[in-house]
């Protein structure tokens, strides 16, 4: 069945907002094998921050959950698809630093230590990403992007999510799998 961007995002909502997992990673990943999710595409850039936040509200984060997840579908659903090989920017990291926007209330006008904590995340995911080289992958992408949110809102704001050993399952589905390039290759 062939799905729209915003029927996408609703399917993706119900799901993340029934789960009560702490584990970001856990989460993605058990809707990524839903139907409406595909190896890539623009629905990631939604699910992953969508995962990310509700981790962060079940493991002790003080976040109005239904109001923070529509305000990052509203942002999140303006991101077009391939802006990692257009713009050089990755989605995931994108929808992971607006969640850290919405958890701190950050605007473009902010000057608080946010605005540039913010920053921080982004950049250093972005590095990351940078060092593995391409070619894309939202699943690998997905898993460096949470992984590093769990690890920075730990050191930075005590909220203390779960992480596990990250294996990736999806490269049977990936034609331009990288292998044992990626840091979550089986």
């Known amino acids: 069945m062939e799905y729209t961007l915003d029927e996408k995002y609703k399917l993706i909502k119900e799901e993340v907002?029934?789960?009560?997992?702490?584990?970001?990673?856990?989460?993605?990943k058990s809707i990524m094998h839903k139907d409406f999710v595909n190896i890539h595409g623009p629905e990631h850039h939604f699910l992953d921050g969508a995962s990310f936040m509700v981790a962060y509200k079940n493991s002790g984060g003080d976040i109005d959950i239904r109001k923070a997840i529509d305000v990052l579908?509203?942002?999140?659903?303006?991101m077009p698809g391939a802006m990692c090989g257009y713009w050089g920017m990755?989605?995931?990291?994108?929808?992971?630093?607006?969640v850290l926007a919405i958890i701190h209330e950050v605007s473009p006008l902010?000057?608080?230590?946010?605005?540039?904590?913010?920053?921080e995340f982004t950049s250093s995911v972005i590095n990351k990403m940078s060092e593995i080289g391409g070619p894309r992958c939202c699943k690998r992408n997905?898993?460096?992007s949470l992984s590093s949110g769990v690890r920075f809102v730990k050191e930075k704001y005590g909220?203390?999510?779960?992480l596990d050993e990250i294996e990736c399952e999806f490269s049977s589905w990936n034609k331009?799998?990288?292998?044992t390039r990626c840091p979550f290759h089986k």
Request: net charge neutral; charged share 20%.
């Open 17 to 28: 907002l029934k789960n009560k997992s702490k584990n970001p990673i856990e989460i993605a």
């Open 110 to 119: 902010s000057s608080s230590a946010y605005y540039a904590e913010n920053m």
């Open 73 to 78: 579908a509203e942002r999140t659903i303006k």
């Open 176 to 179: 331009q799998c990288i292998g």
């Open 142 to 144: 997905a898993f460096l």
């Open 159 to 162: 909220v203390e999510m779960e």
């Open 90 to 98: 990755c989605g995931s990291v994108a929808s992971v630093a607006a």
